[in-house]
C-alpha cells in the first residue's frame, strides 16, 4: 500500500466532509429566519447538484397557424398605423 495515496484520499475526503458541514450550517443558520427575496446562489447551486435534471426542463414551443400570425400581424399594423396618426396629428 501507498501511503501517499492514502493520505491524499484521507485529505480529500477531509475537505469533502468539511465543505458538506460548511452548507449544513449554511443551511441550519438560513432557516432561523425567514428569508425574503431571491435565495444566494449558494443554495441554487446545492440544489442543482442534488438534481442533475433540474435544469433540463424541457420546454415546448408555442407555435400560432399560419391565420393567427396573419391576424397578429394585421393588428400590430393597425396599432402602428394609429400610432403615426396620432404622431403627425401633433
Same mark, same amino acid.
Given at each position: 500500500? $501507498?501511503?501517499? +495515496?492514502?493520505?491524499?484520499e %484521507? @485529505?480529500?475526503e477531509? $475537505?469533502?466532509?468539511?465543505?458538506?458541514? &460548511?452548507?449544513?450550517? @449554511? /443551511? =441550519?443558520?438560513?432557516s /432561523?429566519?425567514? *428569508? *425574503?427575496? @431571491?435565495?444566494? #446562489?449558494?443554495? =441554487?447551486? =446545492? #440544489?442543482? $447538484?442534488? $438534481?442533475?435534471?433540474a435544469? %433540463?426542463?424541457?420546454? #415546448?414551443?408555442?407555435?400560432? +397557424?399560419?391565420?393567427?400570425r396573419?391576424?397578429m400581424?394585421? +393588428?400590430?399594423?393597425?396599432?402602428?398605423? +394609429? *400610432?403615426?396618426?396620432?404622431? &403627425?396629428a401633433a
Amino acid at each position: 500500500m $501507498d501511503i501517499h +495515496s492514502i493520505l491524499a484520499e %484521507l @485529505r480529500s475526503e477531509k $475537505d469533502r466532509l468539511e465543505e458538506a458541514i &460548511l452548507t449544513i450550517e @449554511r /443551511l =441550519a443558520v438560513g432557516s /432561523l429566519t425567514k *428569508r *425574503r427575496g @431571491r435565495p444566494p #446562489k449558494w443554495i =441554487a447551486e =446545492a #440544489k442543482a $447538484d442534488a $438534481d442533475p435534471l433540474a435544469g %433540463l426542463a424541457i420546454k #415546448k414551443r408555442r407555435r400560432f +397557424s399560419a391565420a393567427t400570425r396573419k391576424r397578429m400581424a394585421a +393588428s400590430q399594423r393597425k396599432r402602428w398605423a +394609429s *400610432r403615426r396618426a396620432t404622431a &403627425l396629428a401633433a
